[in-house]
């Protein structure tokens, strides 16, 4: 039998392939790596400033061939992406905080519901 090549159809409920979600590969929930939310937001943290870097890196690359470019401020306000995870990471830091002030005070945390910013 041939081994198998995983292609989109793989990710449909009833394709028959677990892609590699067996037991050989279970993790209980006290074992996954982002198991701490502010775990999580220094790795979207990271990855937003990851993909800042790349927006940079072409933008110098098309003005070294001589072509023009918008620039990297204006990529990053259009950019819905990177808005949606700038947005996640501050509603999730917001969360974090009521939660600290939360459990040092009898009051109820305050809820913040962000919107996205609209592009200039």
Same mark, same amino acid.
């Given at each position: 039998?041939?081994?198998?090549?995983? %292609?989109?159809?793989?990710?449909?409920? +009833?394709? =028959?392939?677990?892609?590699?979600? #067996?037991? @050989? &590969?279970?993790?209980?929930? #006290?074992?996954?790596?982002?198991? +701490?939310?502010?775990?999580? /937001?220094?790795? !979207?943290?990271?990855?937003?400033?990851? &993909?800042?870097?790349?927006?940079? *890196?072409?933008?110098?690359? /098309? $003005?070294? &061939? =001589?072509? %023009?470019?918008?620039?990297?401020?204006?990529?990053?306000? =259009?950019?819905?992406? !990177? #808005? *949606?995870?700038?947005? *996640? /990471?501050? *509603?999730?830091?917001? $969360?974090?905080?009521?939660? @600290?002030?939360? #459990?040092? %005070? +009898?009051?109820?945390?305050?809820?913040?519901? !962000?919107?996205?910013?609209?592009?200039?």
């Amino acid at each position: 039998m041939a081994e198998h090549v995983h %292609t989109d159809e793989c990710w449909e409920p +009833d394709s =028959g392939c677990d892609m590699g979600r #067996n037991e @050989k &590969y279970a993790v209980s929930s #006290n074992q996954r790596p982002f198991s +701490d939310p502010r775990m999580l /937001i220094a790795e !979207l943290k990271k990855l937003s400033r990851a &993909y800042v870097r790349l927006l940079e *890196a072409g933008k110098d690359r /098309i $003005e070294s &061939y =001589g072509g %023009t470019c918008d620039s990297v401020e204006q990529m990053e306000r =259009g950019d819905p992406h !990177l #808005n *949606a995870a700038r947005i *996640a /990471i501050e *509603a999730a830091e917001i $969360e974090l905080r009521n939660q @600290k002030s939360a #459990n040092e %005070t +009898d009051e109820p945390p305050m809820r913040m519901h !962000l919107l996205p910013r609209p592009a200039p």
